[in-house]
Antibody, heavy 117, light 103 residues
Framework: EVQLVQSGAEVKKPGESLTISCRVSGYNFATNWIAWVRQRPGKGLEWMGIIFPTDSDTQYRPSFQGHVTISADKSTSTAYLQWSSLRASDTAMYYC??????????WGQGTLVTVSS | DIQMTQSPSSLSASVGDRVTITCRASQTISTSLNWYQQKPGKAPKLLVYAASTLQGGVPSRFRGSGSGTDFTLTISSLQPEDFATYYCQQSYSFGGGTKVEMK
């Protein structure tokens, strides 16, 4: 069974750094892109970027480029989403998901990030 | 960037109703269109991919159709567990969502 298990909720202050994780099991982690999707409170889904674990090739949506870093560790089948300096506007639920051809067919349970002074 | 426009943004329906949600792409995308269902506090779930292929385990009352720029998700007979928000997606763009509420 394909599973994506994300790290737990985080409460941070503006300016702090943060890394959240997505551990994958049930398939060969290296063979599929992993996507990160943001959902702000009460809002819709936003595609942030994707990573191909085999070679860590990464593609970001322009609105997220430079503010977040997506990485992956093949040895632990884990993908990461990292911020070096959080903003209040980063408060959201973040999902990782497996990308098949064009569709996101398996999702993590989500990680809630709250940024507040 | 291809923009995805969903309509309506919300609708009220009763159990047993036929429900139709539309998604329009700003340029032609062939059949590269996927549909997701999201219930409150839960991750989205893939329902339909490649415009009309049902994901495994999804009930047959869900049907996706369309190609080019205009797509439709139809629920033939709405069930209590179908009250949720539905999103279309093409590549890295999601539609704004359609919330299906109980009338």
């Amino acid at each position: 069974e394909v599973q994506l298990v994300q790290s737990g909720a985080e409460v941070k202050k503006p300016g702090e750094s943060l890394t959240i994780s997505c551990r994958v099991s049930g398939y060969n982690f290296a063979t599929n892109w992993i996507a990160w999707v943001r959902q702000r409170p009460g809002k819709g889904l936003e595609w942030m970027g994707i990573i191909f674990p085999t070679d860590s090739d990464t593609q970001y949506r322009p609105s997220f480029q430079g503010h977040v870093t997506i990485s992956a560790d093949k040895s632990t089948s884990t993908a990461y989403l990292q911020w070096s300096s959080l903003r209040a506007s980063d408060t959201a639920m973040y999902y990782c998901a497996r990308l098949q051809l064009d569709e996101l067919d398996s999702w993590g349970q989500g990680t809630l990030v709250t940024v507040s002074s | 960037d291809i923009q995805m426009t969903q309509s309506p943004s919300s609708l009220s329906a009763s159990v047993g109703d036929r429900v139709t949600i539309t998604c329009r792409a700003s340029q032609t995308i062939s059949t590269s269109l996927n549909w997701y269902q999201q219930k409150p506090g839960k991750a989205p779930k893939l329902l339909v991919y490649a415009a009309s292929t049902l994901q495994g385990g999804v009930p047959s009352r869900f049907r996706g159709s369309g190609s080019g720029t205009d797509f439709t998700l139809t629920i033939s007979s709405l069930q209590p567990e179908d009250f949720a928000t539905y999103y279309c997606q093409q590549s890295y763009s999601f539609g704004g969502g359609t919330k299906v509420e109980m009338k």
